[in-house]
């Protein structure tokens, strides 16, 4: 029994000492305690949040514009106009070939009134050196004043004196008056076509005038029309997303009125000219008049 017993202590002992001399071996060769979970999921997270700060200049700084996909950022109306809807655009570029007609008719209708004042000027200077109807009709019906309203205006009152003469009227003496009155509606009856004669054009500049803030009005609410549209669909409110179709759309009506201004301004300048030299004609008509008037009753 005291063998038994004496036994297990040695065993025990033995154990101990084992045990003992183990230890620092175990504790260098044992495996790092398994880390936290938690941890190790929240380092990760804590990374990205101190990296956001970084990352989120450096891509405003690769790309500042980016709105719903679209770069926005450098909007100009090049690019307002290629990115405008069918309808919008088709507007557009009937108004820009209006503003561009208008500015063509512009320079025809400046240089048609030049030439006209000036061929006028050239005209009386010769009328009013003539001496019998004879030589009125010969300066009216010269080549350098063909087509000039004056000469023809000249033109056809002589020629109805001339033609009551191979007719067998009389038109001195007491029948001076009625060839008189017989020129003087052969002059009205150039005059009656005067007006049209130079009011070429016109009727063009007047619709541009006062229909191309319309047109481009008609295309303004359609672009806004098609934005809400896109407002509903993407369910977002974002002045972003919504303002370049909005833009594109005002884009319209700016057109429309770069193209009627021009059109109204031009409209009222040349109806002025007109206007003026009307009141030249008439001025003509009696100096014409009086001038057969003096010859008819000379016998001439």
């Known amino acids: 029994m005291f063998d038994i017993k004496k036994t297990n202590i040695l065993l025990a002992m033995a154990g101990a000492a084992v045990l003992m001399a183990g230890t620092p071996v175990l504790a260098q060769d044992a495996p790092a305690p398994a880390a936290d979970p938690a941890a190790v999921a929240a380092a990760p997270a804590a990374d990205a949040v101190a990296a956001a700060p970084a990352a989120a200049p450096a ?8 709105v719903g996909g679209e770069n926005h950022g450098k909007m100009t109306p090049a690019s307002m106009f290629m990115d405008a809807d069918p309808v919008v655009k088709t507007v557009m570029v009937g108004l820009l070939l209006a503003s561009v007609f208008t ?5 025809i209708k400046i240089f048609e009134f030049g030439s006209l004042n000036r061929k006028t000027d050239q005209f009386l200077e010769s009328f009013r050196q003539t001496r019998t109807i004879a030589d009125m009709r010969k300066v009216a019906t010269a080549d350098e004043f063909d087509g000039n309203p004056l000469a023809d205006m000249a033109a ?3 020629d109805e004196i001339e033609l009551s003469r191979q007719a067998g009227l009389s038109v001195t003496g007491d029948h001076a008056d009625s060839a008189l009155m017989r020129s003087q509606q052969a002059v009205a009856a150039v005059q009656a076509g005067l007006a049209k004669r130079l009011s070429g054009g016109q009727q063009f500049l007047a619709s541009v005038g006062s229909t191309g803030p319309f047109i481009g009005l008609f295309g303004t609410v ?3 029309m098609n934005s809400f549209i896109g407002i509903a669909n993407t369910n977002t409110t974002n002045l972003a997303v919504v303002a370049p179709g909005i833009a594109e759309a005002l884009l319209a009506t700016g057109i429309g009125l770069f193209a009627a201004i021009p059109a109204v301004i031009f409209y009222n300048y040349f109806n002025t000219r007109i206007s003026a030299y009307g009141t030249r004609s008439d001025g003509f008509s009696a100096e014409l008049t009086n001038a057969i008037s003096r010859n008819l009753d000379k016998g001439a």
């Not at 891509?59 to 980016?66: L, N, Q, R």
């Not at 500015?103 to 320079?107: A, G």
């Open 59 to 66: 891509a405003d700084a690769a790309d500042p514009a980016v």
């Open 222 to 224: 359609y672009g806004i």
């Open 103 to 107: 500015w063509v008719l512009l320079l």
């Open 156 to 158: 056809a009152a002589t």
